[in-house]
Each structure stands twice: as C-alpha cells, then as structure tokens.
C-alpha cells in the first residue's frame, strides 16, 4: 500500500527565516497532495494543497513543489513568524486505497522569536 | 458558520465500558471520517462513510462501529474490544469521497480509559 514519509520531524527556525518541509510517497497512483497545519489542541487544518499535473503552487508566504517522477513533494514557507509554529502534516490520496487519504507522521515547526 | 462539531472535547471512561463520540457537520459534505491520532504519529483511518446509511473500514477499525442514519452526523463508538483506546480522536468530511476534495477537520475529542 502507500506509505509517506516526512521529514524532519522537528525543525526550529528563526522569525523571518524560510522552512522547508519534505514528503515522499511510494505510490504513483496518488494525485493530491494537501498539507495540513495542527495548533495544540485543535484539528488540522488545510493551508494548501496540490494536485499531480501541477508542479508548483503558490499563496502569500506558502508554496508547495511537486515532482511526480521522483515522488516527493515538499512545503516551503517564508518569512516564518511565531503564530507559524505548529505540527504540519502531509498526506497523498490514493486511488489504490479507496481515494483515502494517507498521512506522514508529522513535523513540529517551531519559530523561535 | 459551517463546520464540524465534535463533542465533548474531553472524555473519561472507565475500563470495559463502550462510549461513543459525536461528530456533526453543517458543510452538506457526503463523506465523513474517523481517525485516531497518537502522539508522534500520522493519523490513521478508523472508519469513513461517502453517503449516508453506508460506511467501510479503514486501517484500524477492529474494536470501533460507526453509524450513518443522517447525512450530517457520523457517530463513532469505542467498544470495551479496543484494547488500546486513550488517543485523540478526529472527526472529518469532505465534499466528496473523491478527487481533490480535501478534508475538513473538527477539534478533536480527547478520550482518556483508565
């Protein structure tokens, strides 16, 4: 079945420096790919999401890269600010697993002031 | 406003004893999801539905049941069978069970079993 990686599962930047988060899938049949962001507490929320025949998509500081052939996909944000820190998730819906969702294990981002 | 309303956000129960968590949404989505979240770990599928009176199991569903008698609610029950059940636990819809229809989460119900 699918498996996601993701990597680092911490990363500690500075206020106003770029973060760079990495997933990789096994499966080719996935096609969407969204990232969800997790405050303390809460439920995840979606901050941006890509689909397979996109290799790059774009909102204010947030900006995700897909690159099909070699699997991975990959969430930069810029100009971090403090209200960025939390648990980001990545996940690959697949058409192998019903069209369910498939979650990497998360990356606690924090962004020291 | 729409949304996904989980409840109660915490939860107590005592070894041996079923509970079940409620998740209602507004958003008129056709599929709604339960996943279980562990500390350090990825969500995993417990249960989904994509249209009412219809559900399938996901990854972990041995030890839980779920109805779906009414498009905007998707009840989850914890039976005493579910040998490791204190987690955090994620209601979810989407517009669709397909496509780049992306999932929308309620906050959690934290369920504790001692």
């Known amino acids: 079945g699918e498996n996601v990686e993701q990597h680092p599962s911490t990363l500690s930047v500075q206020e106003g420096d770029s973060a760079v988060i990495k997933c990789t899938y096994s499966?080719?049949?996935?096609?969407?790919f969204p990232w969800y962001k997790q405050e303390l507490g809460k439920g995840p929320q979606l901050i941006i999401d890509?689909?397979?025949?996109?290799g790059e998509k774009k909102d204010q500081r947030i900006a995700v890269t897909l690159n099909k052939t070699a699997k991975h996909f990959s969430l930069h944000i810029t100009e971090t600010q403090p209200e960025d820190s939390a648990v980001y998730f990545c996940?690959?819906?697949?058409?192998?697993?019903?069209?369910?969702?498939?979650f990497g294990p998360g990356t606690r981002l924090s962004v020291l002031p | 406003d729409g949304g996904i309303t989980q409840s109660p956000k915490y939860l107590f129960r005592k070894e041996g004893q079923n509970v079940t968590l409620s998740c209602e949404q507004n958003?008129?989505?056709?599929?709604m999801y339960w996943y279980r979240q562990d500390p350090g770990q990825g969500l995993r599928l417990i249960y989904y539905?994509?249209?009412?009176?219809?559900?399938q199991k996901g990854d972990i569903a041995e030890g839980y049941s779920v109805s779906r008698e009414k498009k905007e609610s998707f009840p989850l029950t914890v039976t005493s069978a579910q040998k490791n059940p204190t987690a955090f636990y994620l209601c979810?819809?989407?517009?669709?069970?397909?496509?780049?229809?992306?999932?929308?989460f309620g906050n959690g119900t934290r369920l504790t079993v001692t």
């Open positions: 979810a819809s989407s517009v669709t069970g397909q496509g780049n229809s992306p999932l929308h």
């Open positions: 499966d080719s049949a996935s096609n969407y």
């Open positions: 890509i689909r397979s025949n996109v």
């Open positions: 996940a690959a819906r697949n058409d192998n697993y019903g069209q369910n969702f498939v």
């Open positions: 958003l008129n989505h056709d599929a």
């Open positions: 539905s994509q249209i009412v009176n219809d559900f």
